[in-house]
């Protein structure tokens, strides 16, 4: 069975998930009038790239000491 395009409706796709979110925050804490909107979009998205550092440096700590 071959489902077309027109059998899905006529909404177009909004893609959701983190990616967007992450996208949106870049784009606020360039774009956003407020600076309260601005510093705190900064300050997440550093936290999540503090995130992604502590992960990058303590999981292959931790696998050190197992394997």
Avoid at 28 to 34: A, G, H, L, M, V
Avoid at 38 to 49: D, P
């Amino acid at each position: 069975m071959v489902v077309s395009i027109e059998d899905k409706g006529d909404r177009p796709h909004t893609p959701h998930g983190p990616l967007r979110k992450m996208l949106k925050l870049i784009v606020e804490s360039d774009n956003s009038r407020f600076l309260g909107n601005r510093i705190g979009a900064s300050l997440l998205l550093l936290g999540i790239l503090a995130l992604f550092a502590v992960a990058g440096y303590a999981l292959p700590a931790l696998f050190s000491r197992f394997f």
